[in-house]
């Protein structure tokens, strides 16, 4: 069994996947990341996208199964290592469940669920059998309250990537392989704005501290769970909400 002590929030030496890296949360997540010390390979949609000098940008559609291996194997080959999995690609709807269409959960599903199975499936075993490797899901805290602004196909989809993470805890424990999930509130980006049009929280009603959340305040949680100072934890769920959900 692999055993890994806890240190500093530092990564350096170690190479750092992100999905979803040129939205909002992923692209914070890549400058946290590189700035602690990590070589940094942020992935996206976009053909092609500029998240600043050193970091390694890389088109990849994370429903693809050919273009997980494409992406993967092509880090492992450039950098023949990764330490480091955080699966940030995602999108929203609010459709209420009557009116919702096959289409809608489907597509939903697709790119939320499938699109964390993919590089997960890809990635774990070779973690496993390296004996060490972080894995990092965006999940939500509409996989516990029911939703926020979210409708029944996201809220559903979150929650299977909330029971994946905590499958690959138990199994990748014995073998130095960590997963957890970051469960954000509303967070100011660009998705959200679009749920919401703009509108803030009113001071300690929905969100206690008072306000929404930022990438930057997602990106310092992201950064803790994938360093040594989170050794002794797995499967955890961490809320990042202002105290929206409180367990």
Same mark, same amino acid.
């Given at each position: 069994?692999?055993?890994?002590?806890?240190?500093?929030?530092?990564?350096?030496?170690?190479?750092?996947?992100?999905?979803?890296?040129?939205?909002?949360?992923?692209?914070?997540?890549?400058?946290?990341?590189?700035?602690?010390?990590?070589?940094?390979?942020?992935?996206?949609?976009?053909?092609?996208?500029?998240?600043?000098?050193?970091?390694?940008?890389?088109?990849?559609?994370?429903?693809?199964?050919?273009?997980?291996?494409?992406?993967?194997?092509?880090?492992?080959?450039?950098?023949?290592?990764?330490?480091?999995?955080?699966?940030? %690609?995602?999108? +929203?709807?609010?459709?209420?469940?009557?009116?919702?269409?096959?289409?809608?959960?489907?597509?939903?599903?697709?790119?939320?669920?499938?699109?964390?199975?993919?590089?997960?499936?890809?990635?774990?075993?070779?973690?496993?059998?390296?004996?060490?490797?972080?894995?990092?899901?965006?999940?939500?805290? %509409?996989?516990?309250?029911?939703?926020?602004?979210?409708?029944?196909?996201?809220?559903?989809?979150?929650?299977?990537?909330?029971?994946?993470?905590?499958?690959?805890?138990? %199994?990748?424990?014995?073998?130095?392989?960590?997963?957890?999930?970051?469960?954000?509130?509303?967070?100011?980006?660009?998705?959200?704005?679009?749920?919401?049009?703009?509108?803030?929280?009113?001071?300690?009603?929905?969100?206690?501290?008072?306000?929404?959340?930022?990438?930057?305040?997602?990106?310092?949680?992201?950064?803790?769970?994938?360093?040594? %100072?989170?050794?002794? +934890?797995?499967?955890?769920?961490?809320?990042?909400?202002?105290?929206?959900?409180?367990?």
């Amino acid at each position: 069994m692999a055993h890994h002590l806890s240190g500093p929030a530092t990564l350096k030496g170690q190479v750092a996947l992100i999905t979803g890296g040129a939205g909002g949360m992923g692209m914070s997540i890549s400058k946290a990341f590189q700035e602690a010390g990590a070589k940094v390979i942020a992935t996206d949609i976009a053909e092609s996208a500029d998240l600043g000098p050193g970091i390694d940008y890389r088109h990849y559609d994370v429903t693809s199964k050919e273009d997980t291996d494409r992406v993967i194997d092509g880090v492992l080959s450039d950098y023949g290592q990764i330490d480091i999995l955080v699966l940030c %690609a995602g999108t +929203i709807a609010r459709t209420p469940l009557a009116e919702s269409t096959d289409e809608e959960w489907d597509s939903i599903f697709s790119v939320n669920v499938r699109g964390v199975v993919n590089p997960t499936r890809k990635l774990f075993p070779i973690m496993c059998d390296r004996g060490f490797g972080k894995i990092l899901a965006a999940g939500s805290i %509409a996989a516990k309250n029911g939703g926020v602004a979210s409708g029944p196909a996201y809220v559903s989809a979150k929650s299977a990537v909330h029971g994946l993470m905590r499958w690959i805890a138990k %199994a990748g424990g014995p073998h130095g392989v960590y997963a957890n999930i970051l469960a954000p509130g509303p967070v100011e980006t660009a998705m959200w704005a679009k749920l919401t049009d703009n509108k803030g929280p009113s001071a300690n009603s929905t969100v206690p501290l008072g306000r929404y959340g930022t990438p930057e305040d997602i990106a310092q949680a992201a950064l803790f769970l994938c360093s040594p %100072a989170s050794n002794w +934890i797995t499967g955890t769920s961490l809320d990042v909400s202002g105290g929206m959900w409180m367990d």
